[in-house]
Nanobody, 123 residues
């Protein structure tokens, strides 16, 4: 199996910045897609940004120009640099990865989720 561990959440004033990290570990063969979702109170979990193994990135319209996703393939780690944060960015942020991993001599696939990290933007 594969585990995803997030770090970097916290509280910040509007206009501030935070960087989230997500490290994947386990018997990883390949990470096809890796990215971030968020869930605000009373709302559904929604995509923030992700990146495919081909380097194609996708961003929610609400974060374009403010958030940047990046990936260190050697470390199986993904980052989300969040700048110009707004109160509406307040949510629990979840790392997600679609992973191919070694299992019983073959390759299995899974959608993995991190435990979530709280981001609060408030004055």
């Amino acid at each position: 199996q594969v585990q995803l561990v997030e770090s970097g959440g916290g509280s910040v004033q509007p206009g501030g910045s935070l960087r989230l990290s997500c490290a994947a570990s386990g018997s990883i063969f390949n990470i096809n897609v890796m990215g971030w979702y968020r869930q605000a109170p009373g709302k559904q979990r929604a995509l923030v940004a992700n990146e495919t193994s081909d380097g194609i990135t996708n961003y929610a319209d609400s974060v374009k120009g403010r958030f940047t996703i990046s990936r260190d393939n050697a470390k199986n780690t993904m980052y989300l640099q969040m700048n110009s944060l707004k109160p509406e960015d307040t949510a629990v942020y979840y790392c997600h990865a679609r992973v191919a991993y070694w299992c019983s001599g073959t390759i299995c696939g899974m959608d993995g989720w991190g435990q979530g990290t709280q981001v609060t933007v408030s004055s």
